[in-house]
C-alpha cells in the first residue's frame, strides 16, 4: 500500500454545538434555561415514556469554562479549523417580533425581502443578551489567537422558547402559537437574529453557516414522534411549510450576514462573509426488492436535494407533490459553500400510503441498515455497529459528496464519528473514512477539510450522556478531560497530512453498490 497524501492546505479540525456542549459549571452560571431543548428533556411526560434519557444540560461537559483548555487539546493534536454553535436563546432570550421591519412577500406568498437597517440593529442591540456576546466573543478570539479559522454556526436544532413551546405543541398538536419551524415568523425572526450576530462578531469570522442538518428537526421532531425530538407530533401536513421555511430563512440571513459583516478576518478568505450550510447527506440504496429504486428516488429528493435545490435554484415544491414547484425571488445562488455531515446509509423500500396525500413520503427505512442497527452489534452484510446503532459504511461517504458536488466546489466534512465509549470502532472509523474522502479527493471532489464529531464527549439530544463520541472522555462529576486511544491516531494523521502504511492496514473490504450490500 502507498501512503495517501491530502492536500497542501488541507483542514482538520473539530465541530461542536452550543446546547450540547455549554452547559455545566458547578455553580450553573451558563444554564440556559430559553430554549426548547431545555424544557424537552426534563418534561415528565418524556422521561416517563423514555423519549428522552433523563439526563440533563446543566450536568455536562461545561465547554463555557473549559474552553481554553478544549482549544489546546484541538490546537496540540495539530488542528487548524474548529466549528461552533451560537445558540439563538442565549443571544435573544426574549422575543425580537415586536421589532418591526418592513417584510415583502413575492406572488407565492412566500418572504422576499426583510429590510434590516442600523437603526433596527440598535433596537435589537438593546434586547440582546450582551454577556453573551462577549462570551461568544471571547471563545472566537481564544481560537482566533491559537490560530484556528473559525466557521460559526447560527442554528443546530435548538429554538428560542418565545419562539418553540415543544410541549404546547405536542399537547395541541401543533394547534397553539409557538409551532417553531412551522411559524410563518421563523424565516423573518431568523433573517434578524443573523444579521445581529453578523454586524456583532463579523469582525472576527469569515466561515458563516446558517444551519446544521435542518431536515433532522423536520423529519424527527414532525413526523418520527417516537424518536425522542421535539415537538414530537405526526404532522407530515405541515412538513412542506417547514421544509420552504427553512430554505427561506437561509436565504435571507445569507444576504444579511453578507450585508453586515464587511470585515476580512482571514488572509485566506476570499471574501469577509463566506456563507454556507451544512447538511447531513444520507446515500440511500434500494432494498433487494422490485420496485424500490422509486422509494431511492423520493428519499433522495426529500432529504437530500430539496433544501440544496431551494437554495442555489431557487425552486420550491409547496406541497411536496413534484408538481406544486415555484420560484421564490429571495432563493438561488445562496451557497458559497457546502458542509456534508455524513454518519452512515440508509436501505430503503417502497411504502406506497405510508403518509395519505404525500406521495413523496412513500419510503421506508429496512432495518439491519445504516441507522437501523442494533448497538454494538453487526448490520446485515456483516459490518460493525457503534452505541447508536448505525452501521459503519464508510463508502457511503463518496456518494456523499457525489450529491453535495452538484451543488458547491468547496466542500467541507463538518462532521463524522462513532459513539465508542470504549474507543473500540472509532480508529478504524477514522481512517476508513479519511480512505474514502481521499478518494474523493482524487476523484476531482474538492474536499477542503475534515472536521471530526467530536473532539470531548458531550449531552447527545435525546439520548443524552449515553453516547460518547468524544476523541477526549469527560468525567461528568469533575469535568476532567482523558484521551482516548484514538487521539494518538487523529495526531499522526494530521501531523503528516495523511495516512501511512500502518493507518491503511485497518481499511475493511469495501463492497460494490450491488446486492452484495443489502
Known amino acids: 500500500m502507498v501512503r495517501k497524501e491530502f492536500p497542501e492546505n488541507f483542514k482538520w479540525g473539530v465541530s461542536q454545538s452550543g ?67 451560537i445558540e439563538w436563546s442565549r443571544i435573544f432570550p426574549y422575543p425580537t417580533t415586536f421589532i418591526e421591519t418592513d417584510v415583502s412577500y413575492d406572488g407565492n406568498g412566500l418572504v422576499q425581502d426583510v429590510k434590516i437597517d442600523k437603526e433596527t440593529l440598535a433596537k435589537l442591540d438593546k434586547i440582546a443578551n450582551r454577556d453573551a456576546v462577549a462570551m461568544y466573543r471571547a471563545i472566537i ?5 491559537r490560530g484556528f479559522k473559525v466557521i460559526v454556526n447560527l442554528f443546530h436544532f435548538t429554538l428560542p422558547f418565545w419562539l418553540h413551546d415543544p410541549i404546547k405543541a405536542r399537547e395541541t398538536n401543533l394547534n397553539n402559537d409557538r409551532r417553531g419551524l412551522v411559524e410563518e415568523s421563523f424565516p423573518i425572526e431568523f433573517a434578524k437574529y443573523a444579521a445581529y450576530i453578523a454586524w456583532k462578531i463579523g469582525d472576527l469570522v469569515d466561515m458563516w453557516s446558517t444551519m446544521n442538518e435542518p431536515m433532522v428537526p423536520v423529519e424527527l421532531g414532525l413526523i418520527g414522534p417516537y424518536t425522542g425530538f421535539p415537538p414530537g407530533v405526526m404532522r407530515p401536513d405541515v412538513v412542506p411549510r417547514a421544509m420552504a421555511n427553512i430554505a427561506l430563512a437561509h436565504a435571507l440571513a445569507y444576504e444579511q450576514i453578507k450585508r453586515f459583516d464587511t470585515a476580512k478576518a482571514d488572509a485566506d478568505s476570499s471574501s469577509p ?53 415555484v420560484k421564490a425571488n429571495v432563493l438561488g445562488n445562496k451557497l458559497d459553500w457546502l458542509g456534508v455531515n455524513y454518519y452512515t446509509r440508509i436501505v430503503v423500500r417502497e411504502q406506497k400510503g405510508r403518509f395519505p396525500g404525500r406521495p413523496v413520503l412513500d419510503f421506508d427505512g429496512v432495518a439491519g441498515y445504516g441507522y437501523a442497527c442494533v448497538p454494538f452489534g453487526f448490520s446485515k452484510i456483516g459490518r460493525p455497529c457503534d452505541g447508536m446503532g448505525w452501521e459503519m459504511y464508510p463508502e457511503g461517504l463518496l456518494d456523499a459528496l457525489k450529491i453535495g458536488y452538484k451543488y458547491a466546489s468547496k466542500i467541507y ?104 450490500n443489502i
Open 19 to 85: 446546547f450540547q456542549f455549554e452547559m455545566g459549571d458547578p455553580y450553573r452560571r451558563y444554564i440556559d434555561v430559553n430554549t426548547d431543548w431545555w424544557h424537552w428533556v426534563r418534561d415528565p411526560k418524556n422521561i416517563t415514556s423514555k423519549l428522552v434519557s433523563g439526563d440533563l444540560p446543566e450536568e455536562g461537559i461545561n465547554y463555557i469554562e473549559f474552553y481554553r483548555h478544549d482549544h489546546e487539546y484541538a490546537k496540540n493534536l495539530g488542528m487548524n479549523i474548529y466549528r461552533l454553535g
Open 141 to 145: 478570539q481564544d481560537l482566533r489567537s
Open 273 to 325: 462573509a463566506e456563507v454556507g450550510i451544512i447538511h447531513n447527506i444520507i446515500p440511500a440504496y434500494p432494498a433487494d426488492t422490485a420496485g424500490n429504486d422509486r422509494a431511492v428516488e423520493h428519499y433522495n429528493y426529500f432529504h437530500n436535494t430539496y433544501i440544496l435545490d431551494a437554495i442555489t435554484k431557487g425552486q420550491v415544491d409547496l406541497e411536496l407533490d413534484e408538481k406544486t414547484i
Open 413 to 516: 466534512v463538518t462532521e463524522h464519528g462513532v459513539s465508542d465509549a470504549r474507543d473500540i470502532l472509532r480508529s478504524k472509523s477514522i481512517v476508513n473514512h479519511l480512505y474514502i474522502l481521499h478518494e474523493a479527493i482524487e476523484s476531482g471532489i474538492p474536499v477542503r477539510g475534515y472536521l471530526h464529531w467530536a473532539l470531548t464527549d458531550n449531552y447527545e439530544w435525546p439520548h443524552g450522556f449515553r453516547q460518547r463520541f468524544g476523541l477526549y472522555e469527560v468525567d461528568l462529576l469533575t469535568k476532567e478531560r482523558r484521551p482516548r486511544k484514538s487521539v494518538s491516531l487523529m495526531q499522526e494523521i494530521i501531523s503528516g497530512n495523511s495516512l501511512r502504511d500502518n493507518h491503511l492496514s485497518a481499511l475493511i473490504s469495501f463492497h460494490k453498490h450491488s446486492s452484495e
